[in-house]
């Protein structure tokens, strides 16, 4: 299977078992919008717990809270997203399709990167035991001329981004004959600025001082409640403010699943410390983030950090944690040392002193801010992909499994009575009904066993267990584990114990 043909698979099984349906679908589905079923519902929440447990009951210092999403509009004047907060446009004539221009051009490098890869794989089979790769990454030709090449245009496109030059956005997409992947042309419009922000409006005359915008980012209904949260909280610097939440953004091409939405969910959480000690909690989180990814038990190589050279403007540092997709290595989360812009710019606009007294050194000041934000959709995709798996078992036949970390799967625990009849069903519900407060369960009497661990495997349930005629008599079931399928018979008062260790956010949590 390619990767594209295994993305198509399993955006079938998220839609065939209950996670992810586009949304209103009967109406023929509404552009990069999509909602969770009854599976994805309970996934996301487990994620949701995960992040919140780390952040906010593992540090003392760090409080959640829930800001509303409609927030005054002076809010995204001061943050600067009235102004600043777009994507460069391009629309090709020909297809009349649009694009990020700044995206056509990262495709353009990454497809020059993708030639230096093939040329590396091909001196790899040439050479075989002998190859010295890191000599020839630095002597090949072919490679050396598509590095200068891939690098060239990276500088240039950050230049032109950074000074906001548009015209030579465009030159270089003209320049690099970048055609339109639909039409095949080149005919291009100029780039133009796009805001991302959806706006509507508040009460019921509609006039321009009623608009108000759906936020982008989470972010501001934090730093607006920074001096609420921190009198009442009792707060000492360093501290930190979390949050879950919606956040909408009007972007021009959606696309990859759930990957890029235009309401979507983010969680973030501001770090609040003294002016000059941002460097040393930038690198902090860094780490304590990536420790956060890996303890999941995804694969610690499907994750590395992307340091931005172009900052967004409110930032003195920042890096991306990157997942590598079924469609490649994307942002997952981004770690952002905001300065202590985002509290000046609201003390400004507001009025009001957004100031710490510290105690220590008897001053007050603007604390900095270090930011930690990760997209709970992206979260999902990067769990959810990984865990996908199609496999040829020895009897010839194929088994689809989600192979999810225990922590995070939709139900852990299938209690499946061997027949319909014979007291065993009520001993099945005897058993769920004494495990369901703390386990999620499952029960299922319907068709042959292998049917029903199929079914279980396909939604990730890494526990199955059969109640059959002899444990009636010795109170034992059998226990079956989706990764491995073994079996084993154990006593029906061990089973709390058997799976609640295996389930157990403690442990996870103790290993970040
Ligand atoms: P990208 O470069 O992919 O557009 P971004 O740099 O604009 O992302 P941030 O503003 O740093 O993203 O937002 C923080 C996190 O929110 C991202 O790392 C991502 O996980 C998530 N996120 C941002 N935009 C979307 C979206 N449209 N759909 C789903 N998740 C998103």
Not at 460 to 467: D, K
Request: aromatic share 10%; with cysteine.
């Amino acid at each position: 299977m390619t990767q594209e043909e295994l993305f198509k698979s399993l955006i079938a099984h998220a839609k065939e078992y209950g996670f992810i349906f586009p949304s209103s679908e009967i109406y023929d589905g509404l552009s990069a919008v999509y909602d969770y079923g009854q599976l994805g519902a309970e996934l996301k929440n487990n994620i949701k717990k995960y992040w919140w447990d780390a952040m906010v009951r593992l540090n003392e210092n760090i409080v959640g809270i829930d800001s509303a999403i409609f927030m005054h509009p002076k809010i995204w004047e001061a943050s600067g997203h009235v102004n600043a907060f777009n994507d460069p446009l391009i629309d090709n004539k020909d297809s009349k399709k649009r694009y990020r221009a700044d995206v056509l051009l990262e495709d353009h490098i990454a497809k020059i990167e993708e030639k230096i890869e093939k040329e590396v794989e091909k001196g790899h089979k040439k050479f075989g035991e002998s190859f010295d790769e890191v000599q020839f990454r630095a002597t090949n030709p072919n490679i050396l001329r598509n590095r200068a090449k891939a690098d060239e245009v990276t500088a240039k496109m950050n230049e032109a981004l950074n000074a906001n030059d548009l015209e030579a956005v465009k030159q270089l997409i003209i320049d690099c004959e970048i055609v339109c992947p639909i039409s095949g042309t080149r005919n291009w419009t100029d780039v133009r600025q796009f805001n991302l922000m959806f706006s509507t409006q508040m009460g019921s005359v509609s006039e321009d001082t009623n608009i108000i915008y759906l936020r982008p980012e989470t972010a501001q209904g934090i730093f607006v409640n920074f001096l609420n949260v921190q009198k009442t909280g009792r707060m000492k610097i360093p501290f930190g403010i979390a949050q879950i939440g919606k956040a909408f953004r009007n972007e021009i091409v959606a696309r990859q699943f759930i990957f890029r939405m235009r309401e979507f969910e983010q969680m973030e959480m501001q770090f609040f410390v003294r002016p000059g000690e941002e460097m040393k909690w930038y690198e902090h989180w860094k780490a304590a983030r990536l420790r956060w990814h890996k303890a999941l038990g995804l694969g610690d190589e499907k994750y590395r950090f992307h340091n931005h050279e172009k900052l967004a403007h409110y930032a003195n540092a920042a890096a991306d944690i990157e997942f590598e997709f079924p469609f490649g290595f994307k942002e997952l989360e981004g770690i952002h040392s905001r300065t202590d812009f985002d509290l000046s710019q609201h003390q400004k606009f507001s009025g009001r002193k957004l100031q710490y007294f510290d105690p220590e050194t008897n001053e007050s000041y603007v604390p900095y801010v270090i930011e930690t934000s990760i997209g709970l959709d992206r979260t999902f995709l990067a769990v959810y992909s990984s865990a996908y798996c199609v496999e040829k078992l020895e009897d010839g036949e194929e088994r689809v499994v989600l192979k999810l970390p225990a922590i995070l799967a939709p139900v852990k625990l299938a209690v499946l009575p061997l027949v319909k009849k014979d007291g065993l069903p009520e001993m099945a519900r005897e058993i769920m009904n004494d495990l369901k407060y703390e386990i999620n369960c499952q029960y299922d009497e319907k068709d042959s066993i292998g049917k029903r661990y199929r079914r279980q495997d396909a939604i990730g349930t890494p526990f199955c267990i059969t109640i059959d005629h002899q444990s009636l008599e010795d109170k034992c079931v059998t226990i079956r584990y989706r990764d491995s399928m073994e079996q084993e018979r154990v006593p029906v008062e061990k089973l709390r114990s058997i799976i609640e260790e295996k389930i157990s956010f403690r442990k996870v949590l103790e290993n970040i």
